[in-house]
């Protein structure tokens, strides 16, 4: 009923910024929470950013990431991006997109998302 396909990663130097990219199609009128998640190979997956759809656009960011990504969206083409600036090697990971239909949004809950996109690779080399 809704899809999510995730674009843009690619590798890069530490220091580069890259804009990610999720496509959301199908019935998402629903849809009040869009998050982004990472995994790193034999590492736990972790929450980067939210947006609550619902309450202004309000945006959070795990601690990690905080002052150097930004999250977003564009109502009119259905899309939400991840800006990264100042990328260092621990932010290598696979980058996942997900939405959720209701209740508290935050990125903190990944195992209340009820939608995935299949993610997208960030190297970062130094």
């Known amino acids: 009923q809704v899809q999510l396909v995730e674009s843009g990663g690619a590798s890069v130097q530490a220091g580069g910024s890259l804009t990610l990219s999720c496509s959301v199609s199908?019935?998402?009128?629903?849809?009040?929470?869009m998050a982004w998640f990472r995994q790193a190979p034999s590492k736990e997956r972790e929450g980067v950013a939210s947006?609550?759809?619902?309450?202004?656009?309000?945006?959070m960011y795990a601690n990690s990431v905080k002052g150097r990504f930004t999250i977003s969206r564009n109502t009119i083409n259905n899309t939400l991006y991840l800006e990264m600036n100042n990328l260092k090697p621990e932010d290598t990971a696979t980058y996942y997109c997900?939405?959720?239909?209701?209740?508290?949004?935050?990125?903190?809950?990944?195992?209340?998302?009820?939608?995935w996109g299949k993610g997208t690779l960030v190297s970062v080399s130094s």
């Open positions: 199908g019935y998402t009128t629903n849809i009040y929470c």
């Open positions: 997900a939405a959720q239909r209701g209740g508290y949004c935050s990125y903190h809950y990944g195992e209340d998302m009820d939608y």
């Open positions: 947006i609550d759809i619902d309450n202004n656009d309000n945006t």
